[in-house]
């Protein structure tokens, strides 16, 4: 991550002036030139994106105005930064002057302004000063082979840096696929050993955000809920919110009716691709992806990758990488040296058992006719 | 089995009324579930015409959930019958695997399909080979469908459903929907293996055998060819 010294034009004001007695959020967005009228309506918006209701908006409003707010320290393993990316992104203004000054960032190696050995004191004055307070935002995943060379911060294995920074966190978040389950790095046969966070991070509760990347809404949606009611999301079993993680793409795609009604693309170039027929016999992952894509789309609701025609990959799915064509609506099953699907090494065994109960059958029967009379 | 006198009766009523209604039950549902799962991993040919006039898919998975539901209740059924009925209603859950004898049997039996031996023995209840397979393939199997088939309909009926608290688990222990969905199906092809040695060896051995098969499964009577001890 070397690229990540980099300093950027964003504003990241928390790094550079680490104010006295902690303003709230009300006071850093003011400070940033928002309205309040563009205040109050970022709350309803996220009430809303976190499935609350209207009658949560004031008290959304009411916590910024009166919670100072939450340190936030943003750290990069193995990654694309594509979840930077995307969160810079999000739908409403805000997001994108305000939550970054608001989560006040106290250390994120790619939008910080300093750099070097600054941008390392910032970090450790940080876990210093906020002790127990901070939440950690792990963007990327750390590689355990030759002791973590494979990703080097600051002259360290990024490895001994995100232990370092968890020792003393509130929370943790793991951000997209890579840190949530290993994505494209820890894909067989994982040469560098990546491993997802929590492999790592055994002690704290981790909050996982996947999706390559994961969608801004929901990225913010988390960190708003976060820091205004001051308690985690409800997680289900495998650590992801509910509000965001708790239905498939399937659940909620609007070409369902024409998947209910058998009614499928089954080239690129058909008839029924022009008419936007569901996308399963081309691959669409949908049925077996959890995210939030269906309902909040991307790139301020205006689309999402089925909604532009092209099948769902299952990038918030754990291992998707490893499971074979994303094209192919039954994934291979790499045990079986050569990849073949569940069809066809069934049938293989099947019509193999066929020939033998035949041959068998056929000797049962010129036996019998040998020792006809044999038997009584 | 072990009791040599009663060889002399030509009939033992082996098989009572709810085990065989409850296999011919199985047999229709598990069909129904084969060929409606087939369809839903490589569903039909795109209907014509518009969205709202067609639900193939959806009765295609109506179908499936409903055979799925009554394979799945029978089987409850069947393992209160292990209790309920007579001793032969217990042999399917509980092949001998420890008994020496019980394995000599297998081995015979074995030696029967390879042409190795000129008679088979007689056997009231399931032939020891028969049992194995019907324990491992049926039951294990069965077991398994059941338990990744009710994980993937959690699925549809959402997080805290009834289904998604007893069965949810297996989805994040086997990797991830996606992976249920390979081994439910890879589970099916193991199933159908199943099946067809059971037809064929049930018909073979009705008419080489010195029992009857098929039709002690209809209406419950063994009858032996036969007076010889076994
Ligand atoms: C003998 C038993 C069964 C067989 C042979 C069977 C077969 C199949 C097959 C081949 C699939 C397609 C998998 C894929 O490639 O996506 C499937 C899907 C499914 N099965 Fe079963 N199944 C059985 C029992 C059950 C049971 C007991 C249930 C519980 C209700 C069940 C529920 C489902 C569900 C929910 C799906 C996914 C449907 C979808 O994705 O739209 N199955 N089954
Ligand atoms: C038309 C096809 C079928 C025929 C003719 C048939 C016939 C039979 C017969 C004759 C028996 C008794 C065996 C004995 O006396 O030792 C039997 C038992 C059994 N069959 Fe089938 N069968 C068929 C299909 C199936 C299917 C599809 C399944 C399930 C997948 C199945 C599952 C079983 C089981 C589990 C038993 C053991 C019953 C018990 O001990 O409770 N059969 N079958
Ligand atoms: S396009 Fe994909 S997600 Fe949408 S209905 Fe079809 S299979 Fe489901």
């Known amino acids: 991550m070397i690229e990540s010294q980099h300093p950027q034009g964003e504003p990241a004001d928390g790094v550079t002036l680490m104010p006295q007695s902690i303003e709230t959020f009300y006071e850093v967005m003011r400070r940033q030139g928002i309205t309040r009228r563009s205040f109050l309506k970022y709350c309803s918006l996220t009430a809303a994106a976190l499935g609350l209701g209207p009658t949560f908006a004031p008290r959304i409003a009411h916590a910024m105005e009166t919670k100072e707010r939450t340190p936030v320290i943003w750290v990069h393993g193995l990654e694309c930064t594509c979840c930077s990316e995307s969160f810079i992104r999000s739908a409403h203004p805000l997001v994108k002057d305000v939550v970054l000054s608001m989560i006040s960032l106290d250390y994120d190696d790619t939008l910080m302004a300093a750099a070097g050995h600054q941008a390392e004191a910032a970090l450790e004055e940080t876990i210093q000063k906020y002790k127990g307070k901070y939440i950690l935002a792990v963007e990327g995943n750390p590689p355990l082979n030759e002791d973590g060379m494979f990703c080097i911060v600051g002259g360290k294995p990024f490895l001994d840096q995100l232990k370092h920074a968890a020792k003393d966190a509130a929370a943790v978040i793991a951000w997209g696929s890579c840190a949530s389950w290993g994505c494209v790095q820890a894909a067989r046969p994982n040469p560098t050993q990546a491993v997802p966070i929590h492999k790592v991070i055994t002690d704290k509760p981790i909050i996982k955000v996947p999706g390559c990347p994961p969608i801004a809404e929901v990225m913010t949606g988390v960190i708003t809920y976060m820091l205004t009611f001051g308690r985690l999301p409800e997680l289900d079993r495998q650590g992801r919110p509910k509000m965001f993680y708790s239905q498939r793409i399937h659940d909620k795609c609007y070409r369902r009716p024409h998947f209910d009604a058998g009614q499928f693309v089954e080239q690129w170039d058909d008839e029924s691709a022009r008419k936007g027929y569901c996308l399963y016999k081309v691959g669409c992952k949908g049925p077996t992806t959890y995210n939030a894509c269906s309902t909040v789309r991307w790139n301020e609701g205006t689309s999402f990758p089925i909604q532009a025609g092209h099948g769902c990959i299952g990038c918030s799915e754990d291992g998707f990488w490893d499971k074979g064509s994303f094209y192919d609506r039954l994934t291979n099953i790499p045990q079986f040296g050569i990849e073949k699907n569940a069809d066809e090494i069934g049938m293989a065994v099947a019509g193999g058992v066929g020939a033998a109960v035949a041959a068998h059958a056929a000797v049962s029967a010129v036996k019998r006719a040998q020792h006809k009379g044999d038997q009584e | ?230």
């Open chain 2, 1 to 230: 089995m072990e009791t040599i006198k009663k060889r002399k009766q030509t009939a033992v009523y082996v098989y009572e009324a709810p085990l065989r209604l409850w296999h011919w039950v199985t047999v229709l549902s598990v069909i129904v579930l084969c060929v409606t799962g087939y369809f839903i991993g490589s569903p039909l040919p795109t209907m014509p015409g518009e969205a709202i006039d067609n639900y193939l898919m959806g009765y295609i998975r109506f179908a499936h959930f409903t055979a799925g539901y009554i394979a799945a209740i029978g089987f409850l059924g069947r393992i209160y019958w292990a209790f309920a009925g007579n001793s032969h209603a217990r042999e399917l859950f509980m092949p001998k695997l420890f008994s020496r004898k019980w394995w000599g049997e297998v081995w015979h039996e074995v030696r029967w399909y390879l042409f190795l031996e000129k008679t088979p023995k007689k056997y009231i209840g399931h032939n020891p080979l028969g049992q194995m397979a019907m324990f491992f393939f049926f039951v294990l199997g069965m077991i398994f469908m059941i338990i990744t088939g009710f994980a993937l309909y959690s699925e549809g009926l959402g997080q805290g459903s009834w289904a998604d608290t007893m069965f949810g688990w297996v989805i994040p222990m086997m990797g991830q929907s996606q992976d249920v969905h390979t081994w439910h199906h890879l589970g099916m092809w193991y199933l159908i293996i199943f099946i067809m040695l059971h037809v064929y060896v049930a018909i073979r051995e009705d008419i080489m055998s010195r029992q009857s098969l098929i039709s002690t499964m209809v209406g419950g009577w063994r009858m032996f060819k036969d007076d010889r001890p076994d």
